[in-house]
């Protein structure tokens, strides 16, 4: 079956170029059936929501079947859909209706690992080994005298070992298989064709079913070292001096871009512009945008943006980096604030910006920073129109566009992220950007759940409905209108999109400096102003001072109201030009 795009959406072969789109996170999005877990019918009851938001897309996080040990990135089965959160007809109708609202559907794939309870790695436990079945895995014997001992250093992304041991069918410990993230997540052996073909199968799969695209997970981690070769101290990301040729053995392996080249011939294959999006943090921006090569994949989440700084030299330096490196392949920036793995962005930017450390975004990195909420509501709005003016795509994770902080007082046997248990509860986890959503004031739960449901899957804090969507609707001052009107605005203003822009640098009067020139200039002062042609400038004041603006530019929108014609602290405003 081939379901050809409704005409509904709108024709554009370059869309993954300039969309904005929206991450759903679906158990915490809405939830229609008051089981206290969002789900499909949920997401379909507030896409008229999304419509007036003005996004292009939306990208869903794992649906399919899963014990959800990892919150559905442990999957059983790629081609069907979680009954905790529909059918597979709901999913259909999402699409379709989706469609029909102009909003393309970008859902999540998970190449690296299945779950353990997916019937091939439930077939490798059985078949013991040495068989065909274990192939499909990275079963291999310990080190050590009784084989008790992992037979590597490598380390799991979710605490200690990143090796499980089994028990073979006569009851002794037998062989211990790779998994890189939880225990219940074993690694794949994507050397072996039956995952090369499953995969694939997978993509036409979807595709056939209208979806427009897909988030890779963990695409930089597929391909292993052959030889399983030891760490040896070796940390990742890899330093910008890593002479060529030095590999990290299980990130980013040159071989993973075999994988996607014969993903993209897939994606080619269909009439409709389908695309992908890798989920790739590999630090170095010619290591990533090796990824988007003009065979591989069209797009990457630029989390060397996400982890910057709010600081005008940091965001300056990022920024220009990033789009060199972009330039050098033919593919297009993606700018990206948050999502369902990293502190929102509020509560990072909350924090003294000098004190960050470099490292993974996520709450543990930030807890014991002093904390000034007012501050990272600002300066998140102002990330926002930054981001939303830079050429590219954008990404707005669910509840930025509402200004929701990170929940950081979740009590640890309320958290459900593997990685507090991985961490013995060293690492508070992911949990407190995954709180379903609050879209009333009153209610149950804010109105995620419909009255009389049951508990939210984890809890929300008591004044959650003072920031839900009913409170912001209609409200100009509100951090959800500035998002419709930056979103409007971006929909229809020819500068904005994909494109190039030009530093401009307001302090010294000294007019345009080519984006290639002022890659290796570092920044001064707090302010970052750039054009767009034609008739388009973003100014962001990161400094105490209020700034003038241009004369003759009219101001089309700002991050909060500006003060006698002032550009305030830790704001953004959008300009036309005469
Ligand atoms: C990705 C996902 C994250 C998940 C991990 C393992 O990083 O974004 O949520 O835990 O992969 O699948």
């Known amino acids: 079956m081939t379901v050809s795009a409704p005409s509904s959406l709108p024709v554009d072969r370059d869309w993954w170029r300039h969309a904005v789109v929206y991450q759903i996170y679906p158990r915490s999005f809405a939830d229609s059936n008051g089981d206290g877990v969002g789900d499909i019918n949920g997401i379909r009851s507030r896409l008229p929501y999304l419509a007036s938001l003005g996004i292009d897309a939306i990208w869903v996080n794992p649906w399919y079947p899963s014990p959800m040990k990892d919150a559905g990135y442990d999957v059983s089965d790629y081609r069907a859909i979680e009954p905790v959160f529909g ?20 859902l999540d794939i998970v190449p690296n690992h299945t779950s353990d309870q997916h019937r091939w790695f439930q077939a490798a436990l059985a078949a013991g080994p040495g068989s065909p079945e274990r192939e499909r895995f990275v079963f291999r014997e310990g080190r050590g005298p009784n084989g008790d001992e992992p037979p590597n250093d490598w380390q799991s992304e979710f605490g200690g070992p990143a090796w499980t041991r089994v028990t073979e069918a006569d009851g002794r410990p037998g062989q211990w298989y790779l998994r890189l993230f939880a225990p219940e997540q074993p690694d794949v052996n994507w050397n072996h064709p039956d995952i090369a073909d499953e995969f694939t199968e997978t993509l036409r799969f979807w595709f056939d079913r209208g979806v427009d695209g897909f988030r890779i997970d963990v695409a930089h981690g597929l391909i292993k070292d052959a030889d399983l070769r030891d760490l040896d101290g070796m940390g990742f990301p890899l330093p910008d001096d890593t002479p060529e040729g030095v590999e990290h053995p299980h990130w980013d392996q040159p071989g993973v871009h075999d994988v996607f080249r014969t993903w993209r011939e897939v994606a080619d294959s269909y009439a409709e512009p389908k695309a992908f999006c890798g989920e ?45 490196a972009h330039i050098s392949v033919g593919a297009p920036a993606t700018w990206v604030l948050g999502n369902h793995d990293v502190c929102r962005p509020v509560s990072r930017y909350a924090r003294p910006q000098e004190l960050l450390q470099p490292g993974f975004p996520n709450l543990q990195a930030y ?41 950081e007082d979740i009590p640890l046997d309320a958290r459900q992220d593997p990685i507090v248990a991985g961490t013995d509860g060293k690492d508070v986890g992911r949990d407190g950007c995954r709180v379903p959503l609050p879209w009333a004031l009153e209610g149950t739960s804010a109105g995620f759940s419909p009255d009389g449901a049951a508990a939210p899957w984890l809890p929300q804090p008591a004044d959650w409905g003072t920031h839900s969507v009913e409170a912001q609707d209609g409200d100009p001052s509100s951090s959800l209108e500035l998002y419709r009107k930056a979103l409007a605005i971006r929909a229809h203003h020819p500068a904005l999109g994909d494109g190039e822009m030009t530093w401009v640098d307001p302090a010294s009067g000294s007019g345009p400096s080519s984006l290639r020139q002022a890659q290796d200039r570092p920044s001064s002062g707090s302010v970052l102003a750039f054009t767009r042609e034609p008739g388009f400038a973003c100014w962001v004041n990161f400094g105490d001072e209020p700034l003038p603006l241009p004369e003759g530019a009219t101001v089309l929108v700002a991050s909060e109201e500006l003060s006698g014609g002032l550009l305030p602290k830790d704001t953004a405003a959008w300009l036309q030009l005469p």
């Open 367 to 407: 807890l014991g920073l002093p904390v000034d909420l007012e501050a990272g509501r600002r300066r998140a709005l102002a990330a926002a129109l930054l981001s939303l003016a830079l050429p590219g795509g954008a990404y707005i994770y669910q509840g930025e566009e509402v200004g929701l902080a990170e929940v």
């Open 87 to 106: 059918t597979m007809a709901d999913a259909e109708a999402l699409i379709t209706e989706a469609h029909g609202l102009g909003i393309r559907v970008i």
């Open 280 to 324: 790739i943090w590999v630090g170095r921006d010619h290591r990533l945008t090796a990824y988007l090569r003009p065979d591989e994949l069209h797009t990457a989440f630029n989390f060397n943006f996400l982890m910057a700084p709010w600081l005008a030299g940091a965001m300056r330096e990022v920024i220009t980096s990033t789009l060199n």
